[in-house]
Nanobody, 123 residues
Framework: QVQLVESGGGLVQAGGSLRLSCVVS????????MAWFRQAPGKEREFVAA????????YYADSVKGRFTISRDNAKNTVYLQMNSLKPEDTAVYYC????????????????WGKGTLVTVSS
């Protein structure tokens, strides 16, 4: 059974930091590129960051570049999203997802999704 379980969300003040984790089971984690997406209330789901299976290639949305860092630990089947200098506009449900290729990182390319974790940034 495929599972992607996010954790680490919560309420934080603007300027603060959070670290999200996503633990994966049920498929060969080390063979998949991983991504984070987010969805704010009333908005479409948007891409945040992605990382290749080896961790050697990363991509970020312009809105988070320089503030967020995606990483992975293949020994622990876990992908992380370190979020610094958080802004109220970062408030959203954050989802991790898996894709077969780092070249395919649209939401429609994702093969597996987690259920999300809520991040709320207060001003």
């Amino acid at each position: 059974q495929v599972q992607l379980v996010e954790s680490g969300g919560g309420l934080v003040q603007a300027g603060g930091s959070l670290r999200l984790s996503c633990v994966v089971s049920g498929f060969s984690f080390s063979r998949y590129a991983m991504a984070w997406f987010r969805q704010a209330p009333g908005k479409e789901r948007e891409f945040v960051a992605a990382i290749s299976w080896s961790g050697g290639t990363t991509y970020y949305a312009d809105s988070v570049k320089g503030r967020f860092t995606i990483s992975r630990d293949n020994a622990k089947n876990t992908v992380y999203l370190q979020m610094n200098s958080l802004k109220p506009e970062d408030t959203a449900v954050y989802y991790c997802a898996a894709t077969s290729s780092i070249a395919r990182i649209r939401a429609s390319d994702m093969g597996y999704w987690g259920k999300g974790t809520l991040v709320t940034v207060s001003s």
